[in-house]
């Protein structure tokens, strides 16, 4: 079954960068002009607007800017808007997006993702720990941050304690993951991390949270990508070739939880991975690039089994065998990923995903590239998207 | 400051039980499914006959992961958090910290016993590592 009614048809990213100091908004007006340029579209054309998760202080810098804001800012006059702080991650307000494009509620949606995190954290606040700071907490954080488990990478790295013991993964393994990216990340001016990452490097940073140390953590930047959604018909009118959602995953099977999970060798991604598969004809191995969530780099092994480009449990050797870096049959994160290339909470790695399938990745590009998967999310949280250029 | 969690009618008995030493854990008294984290109703069989009950306080380790990294100013760290799979109450884990001077030798498949450690109006848990039985 092909969707094929929404398509994405223009995107942008901000300079990013580690405490940049400036205001969210001027990295959301970069963007959004960027994206709109791209698209060959102008703000008249605009007529929807989502974002993920909605403005909130939750953590430091999380998400300062809300679509109030950025109407506001951008002189927008929207025929529907939205947020979407609870859904299949932070690829929602994608997801949504096509479907208000597809129901004809809108024409051309700009989403929007915005940090400031790199600058919130540096004026003495500290680094994302969600609701900390405030007395008490609800919800399914209170079952983490409560009892001291206060960061993701705990909840990351118990999962990573998990597979390693059942699947015989090392941190090896892992560093390739941290690596490969990085070695991408050098072909890419944009990326935030510019120098080189050898697997000693990798091994000798400081723990975090075992198994995983410094460099299995992504890296907080400020900056902001815009992605434009638009229905079909008047994707064809814009300036480049329309990226056809050809699927999307947003399945969940298990509980709102990082430690419930029967089996927590997978994730939400599996359940959304085989919803996405099961909604289209294309197979793993038509895929030409992959944009995988990489807030902590285990959930790319843990994404990769999900999509089933390897079987549970074969990441490791999968990832041994070269695929996924420079020069590899299944090139993950091309831009570098969050890893080395800076958290835009999963719109920077579509980003770079749909800049692939238009071929202006320069030293990075993957020889006509035509469809690309991106999953987003860890832990519970995640949602799967198929695209697809003629 | 490590916020504390909001007492609600579902995770009462959990957070409070410490007061008591024990380990309470949501069952539906119709089906005997143990639900975590605790609802008001069971998702098996739908039935709002659910209680809390008193579990015998020990587990296994499931999974853990030793934290380094101090995320609040006050933080002791070394220090390794326990997934737990809960006995006597199938398919729910409790993840809390474990007591130890050598965080480093935690195991899955260790055995583990509940302790609580008061915090505001709410019992914090904790897991203890149990002399016998390392066996992963
Ligand atoms: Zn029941």
């Known amino acids: 079954m092909t969707m094929g009614k929404a398509a994405i048809t223009g995107t942008g990213m901000s300079t990013i960068g580690r405490n940049t100091g400036r205001p969210a908004m001027d ?23 989502c974002t993920y998760p909605g403005k909130t202080d939750n953590s430091p810098g999380q998400s300062p800017l809300g679509t109030g804001e950025v109407r506001g800012a951008l002189g927008l006059k929207t025929r529907w808007h939205s947020a979407v702080p609870d859904g299949p991650a932070q690829m929602a307000p994608i997801m949504v997006a096509a479907m208000a494009v597809m129901t004809g509620q809108a024409r051309h949606v700009l989403c929007f993702r915005a940090l400031t995190e790199s600058s919130s954290q540096s004026a003495g606040r500290r680094a994302s720990i969600a609701g900390a ?14 009892v001291g488990a ?9 999962m990573a304690t998990r597979y390693f013991h059942e699947f015989g993964m090392t941190r090896e393994h892992l560093g390739m993951v941290a690596t490969g990216q990085r070695q991408f990340a050098l072909m890419n001016p944009a990326a935030v991390m510019q120098k080189p990452l050898s697997m000693a490097d990798y091994h000798d940073a400081r723990m975090i949270s075992s198994p995983l140390g410094l460099f299995d953590c992504d890296i907080p930047i400020d900056g902001a990508a815009v992605v434009i959604v638009s229905a079909a018909d008047a994707a064809r009118d814009c300036a480049r070739a329309p990226l056809r959602i050809e699927a999307l995953g947003s399945a969940l099977q298990s509980q709102e939880t990082w430690d419930q999970r029967p089996d927590l060798t997978t994730m939400g991604a599996h359940d959304a991975s085989a919803d996405l598969w099961a909604r289209t004809d294309f197979k793993p191995a038509d895929v030409d690039v992959l944009a995988l969530y990489d807030g902590f780099s285990i959930f790319v092994p843990m994404w990769l089994e999900a999509l089933g480009f390897c079987g549970h449990g074969e990441a490791k050797d999968f990832i041994a065998a070269g695929n996924i870096g420079p020069g590899g049959r299944f090139p993950v994160n091309t831009g570098g990923g969050q890893l080395s290339g800076g958290r835009l909470h999963g719109f920077g790695l579509l980003h770079e995903a749909c800049q692939q399938l238009w071929g202006d990745t320069g030293a990075r590009q993957v020889a006509d590239a035509k469809t690309a998967v991106c999953g987003m999310g860890g832990g519970f949280i995640a949602g799967a998207m198929l695209l697809n250029r003629d | ?14 957070w409070t039980g410490g007061a008591r030493g024990e380990l309470m854990i949501a069952c539906c008294n119709d089906c005997n499914t143990a639900i975590h ?11 709002r006959n659910v209680a809390a009950r008193a579990m015998a306080g020990t587990g296994t380790v499931y999974t853990f992961t030793v934290n380094h990294q101090p995320w609040l100013p006050d933080m002791a760290v070394p220090f ?7 006995d006597g109450a199938p398919g729910v884990r409790v993840t809390a910290p474990v007591i130890s001077d050598q965080p480093e030798t935690v195991q899955i498949g260790q055995r583990m016993q509940i302790r609580f450690e008061a915090a505001g109006d709410v019992w914090l848990p904790k897991w203890q590592p149990l002399e016998t039985g390392a066996c992963a």
Do not use: Y
Request: with cysteine.
């Open chain 2, 1 to 14: 400051m490590r916020p504390l969690p909001e007492l609600t009618p579902e995770n009462t008995a959990f």
């Open chain 1, 150 to 158: 206060m960061s993701a990478s705990n909840w990351a790295g118990w």
């Open chain 2, 37 to 47: 984290p605790p609802q008001i109703v069971c998702p098996a069989c739908l039935s």
């Open chain 2, 80 to 86: 390794a958090l326990a997934v737990v799979d809960v």
């Open chain 1, 133 to 146: 700071g405030k007395p008490q907490i609800g919800g399914w954080l209170s079952w983490l941050v409560s």
């Open chain 1, 27 to 49: 990295h959301l007006l970069e963007a959004a002009q960027q994206a709109l340029a791209s698209a060959g579209l102008t703000r008249a054309d605009i007529d929807g607007i």
